[in-house]
C-alpha cells in the first residue's frame, strides 16, 4: 500500500511547537502516514543564526519528535555538501520513495516567492505541493494558475511562533516555556544555545 510522506524542511532553529502543530494537522487532516523533517545543511534563502551546530538542531528535532511514529527525520541536506536547493532533495526523496507518494510541504510565503526558487517548474512536476497558511500573509491560489501543477491549500492551524523570536527570548535570558517542548526547552538550557 502506498504510503503518503510529506517533506518539511527548515533551518529547525529551533524547532518549535508551530512546527509540530502544523505537521500533526498532516497527519490529521490530510492523511498523511508520515512527516520527514529536513533539516537545511546550507539553507539558500536564509542565514543560520548564533552559528548553531547542525548536530544541536537535529539533537532539538529528535527530542521533539520522540514517541510520534509519524514523524521523522532525514539527514538528506546535512549530509550533502550542496546548498539545500529543494529541487535536488526532492528529486532524492522521489528516487528513495519510489513506492509512496510524495508531497512538499511550505509555508504561505515560501508560496508568494515560488517562482524564485531554483527550477521551481520542475519541483511542481515532482510532487504536489501543501501549502500552509501562515500569519500576516495572503495567498492568491491562481498566482501559478498556468504552471501545470498541483498546489494543496489547506486549513492549518494559525500560531504566530516563530524561530527567531524563540532566538531573542533566549538570547535575552527569558523564558520560551510553551513555545517549545519541555525536552527542547531543557536542551537549548543545558546546552546555552543563543546565549550573546
Same mark, same amino acid.
Given at each position: ?108 510565503? $515560501? +508560496? ?5 526558487? #531554483? @527550477? =521551481?517548474?520542475?519541483?511542481?512536476? *515532482? ?49 520560551? $516555556? +510553551? ?5 527542547? #526547552? @531543557? =536542551?537549548?538550557?543545558?546546552?546555552? *544555545?543563543?546565549?550573546?
Amino acid at each position: 500500500m502506498r504510503k503518503k510522506v510529506a517533506l518539511f524542511g527548515g533551518t529547525f532553529n529551533p524547532v518549535h511547537q508551530g512546527h509540530l502543530i502544523n505537521a500533526q494537522y498532516l497527519v490529521n487532516e490530510c492523511d498523511i502516514d508520515s512527516v520527514l523533517f529536513i533539516p537545511a545543511r546550507v539553507p539558500v534563502h536564509k542565514t543560520l543564526e548564533y552559528s548553531i551546530r547542525s548536530s544541536d538542531r537535529v539533537r532539538m528535532l529528535e527530542l521533539a519528535i520522540a514517541g510520534n511514529p509519524a514523524f521523522e527525520i532525514s539527514r538528506i541536506e546535512l549530509d550533502s555538501e550542496l546548498p539545500s536547493y529543494t529541487v535536488i532533495t526532492l528529486e532524492k526523496i522521489c528516487d528513495l520513495y519510489q513506492n509512496d507518494s510524495v508531497f512538499l510541504v511550505i509555508g504561505a510565503d $515560501s +508560496y508568494n516567492q515560488f517562482s524564485t526558487w #531554483r @527550477e =521551481y517548474r520542475k519541483i511542481l512536476r *515532482l510532487a504536489p505541493v501543501i501549502v500552509l497558511r501562515r500569519p500576516d500573509e495572503n495567498v492568491d491560489s491562481d498566482l501559478y494558475r498556468k504552471e501545470k501543477g498541483n498546489f494543496i491549500f489547506v486549513q492549518n492551524p494559525l500560531l504566530d511562533i516563530s524561530s527567531r523570536t524563540i532566538r531573542e527570548l533566549a538570547s535575552a535570558g527569558k523564558s520560551i $516555556s +510553551y513555545l517549545v517542548p519541555d525536552a527542547v #526547552r @531543557e =536542551y537549548i538550557a543545558q546546552k546555552e *544555545l543563543y546565549k550573546p
